[in-house]
Every structure is written in structure tokens, then in C-alpha cells.
């Protein structure tokens, strides 16, 4: 199934139109179609080698199109400056590496070289983005430290530190949580819902497009959800529109029961009874859906004190 393209969305700033991606002669995304809502959290999820990570690399000109385009303000991307796009659409990519023996301060000042001129290399401007940007992700102690030293949850903070320096008002992120610890994954995507929030003045927040793997935290932090399968959109629109049982077996092939999640009142997506080892007298539990939450108890469970009948 894939999902029918979106009417037209003419205040998005992002579009992509039959785009179709490749690399050498293995095609990976065919003929999508999609409009990117500005100001809200945008998710992208779905399987291994479904098309993700390529799309957003698509969306910030990493990758050309082997055909159709992707529009930024109604103009093809190939067609547009290198450096207006830089100061428009900022892109972390999965894996990027830091130049050799560089340190925190300076990666994070390369976020800024989309604004710099040769006449004016360095501005009060720069330093406020600069130290903002480390405070934000709790790195502004590490600025004197070199990069190669760091832990692969510090050197990821300090990559989003750099894309949030670059102050652009489309942000792309592909798995910003990988090496993280469950602590600051919950950080950086609370960070993430921040840069969509509207500003104190009314006005209207970042544009931000994440790809995620667990599809739990992309429904609990996503405005809008997008899923992908064998390089198409299966499915878009809130993660309650999204994220049902059939949605889930159809693109992860996994059974489960779908819960609002306790906190958020979001889709909790919870997989199907794991699977038990056989032993003498007993049988394998079968994998499947989770036994029904209102379940009753067993008939010979007393029941509470304060419910027993008195004499």
C-alpha cells in the first residue's frame, strides 16, 4: 500500500516532487511526493533500507535525484547557490566526521560559516550562536577538549551543536539520539520540540525533519509522522492517524497492541508476549499480541482486604 500524495501545500517550504533517488543502478526511493509542514516536528520512520536516511539526505542536497526535484520556496535546490542553501536548510548527517585533532569550540564554529563574509570572518553574532548552541546541548564545558577524545554520546551532542550554530530555519537530523544514553536522548528531542515551538513574539518555530528508529519516541515527539517502505510513503499525518497495529505489522512485520502512552496520551506501541523457552511440562509461549490489558484475574486470587465481606 502506499499512501495517496497530500493535496498541495502551498505554504510548505520543503517539497518533494516525484522523487525518485539512486545509487549507481539500485534504485531506493520511487517517485515520492512530499510536503514538509513548517513549524512542526516532522519524523520520518520505517524498516532498515527503506529510503529514510537517503530522502534527508535528498532534502538537504546531499544526493542529486536520479529523477524529479526537491524545492525549496518553489525553487529546485539544484538550481540554488550553495551558500543560500547553507544559511536556509541545516543538515547532521548519520555519521559525519570531525576534522582530525579539532577541538569542540572550533567544530561548533563551523556552524557559522554560512553567514561569514571575507570581510567580516568573526561577530558578536557568531559568538552568541556559538555559546548558545553548546549551552543548549550541555557541551559548553568540553569547548577546549579535542573531538577524537570524547565519547560517542559527547561527539554527538557537539555535531548538534554545530546544527544548531548554523540558527537555520529548516533543520534536518538523521538518528540524532544514536549513541546516546536514554537521559539525553530525551534531552535532545525535548530540544527538538523547542527549536518548533512559536517564539514568545507569536512567531512560528523551526521547521525540523528527524529520521528515528524507535518508532515509540517518534510518535510521543513527531507533529507530523511519516512512514516508509521498500523506498515509498506508506502512511502520513499524526502519529495517532499513523501508528495503529495493522500500520505497524504491514511496515515492521511485528505484532503488538497499540496503547495511548500513559504520560503523553500518545501511540505506545508494545510488542507481542517474547517468546518463552520449552522445559518439562511446560510449552513455548507463542509470539503474538500481548494479552488484553483489562484482563481479569485469576478466580483464586483473594481479593483486597477492604472488599472481603465482615462478619
Given at each position: 500500500?502506499?499512501?495517496?500524495?497530500?493535496?498541495?501545500?502551498?505554504?510548505?517550504?520543503?517539497?518533494?516532487?516525484?522523487?525518485?533517488?539512486?545509487?549507481?543502478?539500485?534504485?531506493?526511493?520511487?517517485?515520492?511526493?512530499?510536503?514538509?509542514?513548517?513549524?512542526?516536528?516532522?519524523?520520518?520512520?520505517?524498516?532498515?533500507?527503506?529510503?529514510?536516511?537517503?530522502?534527508?539526505?535528498?532534502?538537504?542536497?546531499?544526493?542529486?535525484?536520479?529523477?524529479?526535484?526537491?524545492?525549496?520556496?518553489?525553487?529546485?535546490?539544484?538550481?540554488?547557490?550553495?551558500?543560500?542553501?547553507?544559511?536556509?536548510?541545516?543538515?547532521?548527517?548519520?555519521?559525519?566526521?570531525?576534522?582530525?585533532?579539532?577541538?569542540?569550540?572550533?567544530?561548533?564554529?563551523?556552524?557559522?560559516?554560512?553567514?561569514?563574509?571575507?570581510?567580516?570572518?568573526?561577530?558578536?553574532?557568531?559568538?552568541?550562536?556559538?555559546?548558545?548552541?553548546?549551552?543548549?546541548?550541555?557541551?559548553?564545558?568540553?569547548?577546549?577538549?579535542?573531538?577524537?577524545?570524547?565519547?560517542?554520546?559527547?561527539?554527538?551532542?557537539?555535531?548538534?551543536?554545530?546544527?544548531?550554530?548554523?540558527?537555520?530555519?529548516?533543520?534536518?537530523?538523521?538518528?540524532?539520539?544514536?549513541?546516546?544514553?536514554?537521559?539525553?536522548?530525551?534531552?535532545?528531542?525535548?530540544?527538538?520540540?523547542?527549536?518548533?515551538?512559536?517564539?514568545?513574539?507569536?512567531?512560528?518555530?523551526?521547521?525540523?525533519?528527524?529520521?528515528?528508529?524507535?518508532?515509540?519516541?517518534?510518535?510521543?515527539?513527531?507533529?507530523?509522522l511519516v512512514a516508509m517502505k521498500e523506498g515509498?510513503?506508506?502512511?502520513?499525518?499524526?502519529?495517532?492517524?499513523?501508528?495503529?497495529?495493522?500500520?505497524?505489522?504491514?511496515?515492521?512485520?511485528?505484532?503488538?497492541?497499540?496503547?495511548?502512552?500513559?504520560?503523553?496520551?500518545?501511540?505506545?506501541?508494545?510488542?507481542?508476549?517474547?517468546?518463552?523457552?520449552?522445559?518439562?511440562?511446560?510449552?513455548?509461549?507463542?509470539?503474538?499480541?500481548?494479552?488484553?490489558?483489562?484482563?481479569?484475574?485469576?478466580?483464586d486470587k483473594k481479593p483486597p482486604l477492604d472488599?472481603?465481606?465482615?462478619?
Open positions: 500500500m502506499t499512501a495517496p500524495a497530500p493535496a498541495p501545500a502551498a505554504a510548505a517550504r520543503l517539497t518533494a516532487r516525484e522523487l525518485t533517488l539512486a545509487y549507481e543502478d539500485r534504485t531506493v526511493v520511487h517517485d515520492l511526493d512530499l510536503a514538509i509542514p513548517d513549524g512542526k516536528v516532522t519524523v520520518i520512520v520505517g524498516p532498515n533500507a527503506c529510503g529514510k536516511s537517503t530522502t534527508l539526505r535528498a532534502l538537504g542536497r546531499l544526493l542529486k535525484p536520479r529523477g524529479g526535484s526537491v524545492l525549496l520556496d518553489g525553487e529546485a535546490l539544484a538550481k540554488l547557490p550553495t551558500r543560500h542553501i547553507a544559511q536556509q536548510v541545516g543538515l547532521l548527517p548519520q555519521t559525519p566526521v570531525a576534522p582530525e585533532a579539532i577541538t569542540v569550540g572550533d567544530l561548533v564554529a563551523r556552524g557559522r560559516q554560512p553567514h561569514q563574509r571575507w570581510w567580516q570572518q568573526w561577530s558578536d553574532a557568531d559568538e552568541t550562536a556559538v555559546t548558545e548552541a553548546m549551552e543548549r546541548t550541555d557541551v559548553a564545558a568540553l569547548a577546549e577538549r579535542s573531538v577524537d577524545e570524547l565519547s560517542g554520546g559527547q561527539r554527538q551532542r557537539v555535531w548538534i551543536a554545530m546544527a544548531l550554530a548554523q540558527q537555520t530555519d529548516i533543520l534536518l537530523l538523521d538518528e540524532p539520539t544514536t549513541y546516546l544514553d536514554i537521559s539525553h536522548q530525551v534531552e535532545v528531542l525535548d530540544l527538538v520540540r523547542q527549536l518548533a515551538a512559536p517564539t514568545p513574539a507569536g512567531e512560528r518555530g523551526r521547521t525540523v525533519v528527524v529520521v528515528l528508529h524507535d518508532l515509540n519516541q517518534a510518535a510521543r515527539y513527531a507533529d507530523h515509498r510513503v506508506v502512511a502520513r499525518g499524526t502519529p495517532a492517524e499513523v501508528v495503529t497495529e495493522d500500520l505497524v505489522g504491514e511496515v515492521f512485520g511485528l505484532d503488538c497492541v497499540v496503547v495511548p502512552d500513559p504520560v503523553t496520551g500518545s501511540p505506545l506501541v508494545v510488542p507481542g508476549a517474547p517468546w518463552q523457552p520449552q522445559g518439562p511440562g511446560t510449552s513455548a509461549a507463542p509470539a503474538g499480541p500481548s494479552a488484553p490489558l483489562d484482563k481479569k484475574p485469576p478466580l472488599e472481603r465481606p465482615t462478619s
